[in-house]
T-cell receptor, first 115, second 116 residues
């Protein structure tokens, strides 16, 4: 079992749909992250949670709503998305949210297509 | 301003040869960390190597080594003895020491294709 698991791996939705992405980490980490990866653009940090508390919201539109019910689970609720939101959404975790040396452990991503 | 610059969008390398991936960074902090990640077609980002700004030695991990030139703000990744499984996107990233700054800033990536 991989350390960070994301479901679904692929999602196609219309602009009026409501869906959720799920991330689960089995590493005992205290911090979890959502990143957006669009074609030909650097990864963009969306949200950071530390011990289930949101510590970073990187100017993300309100149609993306994160939820962290416990330190092992992270959700990204999607509502009224736009076609430009189509991207690979990567979840990651790290032992702590701050500190220079802690690398992030990523899941395989959820490929989202908005029609 | 872009914090991490990777100028090579794509590279080809012959199997068993070495390849160098360029990365330059921009920071005014004296304390920072540099990372390289590999992203195969499956999508998962795999951590490869880390270099701290105060580390005296260049980091090495198996076939991966980081050519750290602090004055030039350069952190190139060298992959020695390339294998077909090394074909992937490679990302350089930096974390700065700014209080509770949690951001890991990524470059745009370099696609490496290893030829048999």
């Amino acid at each position: 079992e991989t350390g960070v698991t994301q479901t679904p791996r692929h999602l196609v939705m219309g602009m009026t749909n409501k869906k959720s992405l799920k991330c689960e980490q089995h590493l005992g980490h205290n911090a979890m992250y959502w990143y957006k990866q669009s074609a030909k653009k650097p990864l963009e940090l969306m949200f950071v949670y530390s011990l289930e508390e949101r510590v970073e919201n990187n100017s993300v539109p309100s149609r993306f709503s994160p939820e962290c019910p416990n330190s092992s689970h992270l959700f990204l609720h999607l509502h009224t998305l736009q076609p430009e939101d189509s991207a690979l959404y990567l979840c990651a975790s790290s032992p702590e949210a701050s500190g220079l040396t802690g690398e992030l452990f990523f899941g395989e991503g959820s490929r989202l297509t908005v029609l | 301003a872009q914090k991490i610059t990777q100028t090579q969008p794509g590279m080809f390398v012959q199997e068993k040869e070495a390849v160098t991936l360029d990365c330059t960074y921009d920071t005014s902090d004296p304390s920072y960390g540099l990372f390289w990640y590999k992203q195969p077609s499956s999508g998962e980002m795999i951590f490869l190597i880390y270099q701290g700004s105060y580390d005296q030695q260049n980091a090495t991990e198996g076939r991966y080594s980081l050519n750290f030139q602090k004055a030039r703000k350069s952190a190139n990744l060298v992959i020695s003895a390339s294998q077909l499984g090394d074909s992937a996107m490679y990302f350089c990233a930096m974390r700065e020491n700014r209080g509770n700054d949690y951001k890991l800033s990524f470059g745009a990536g370099t696609t490496v294709t290893v030829r048999a």
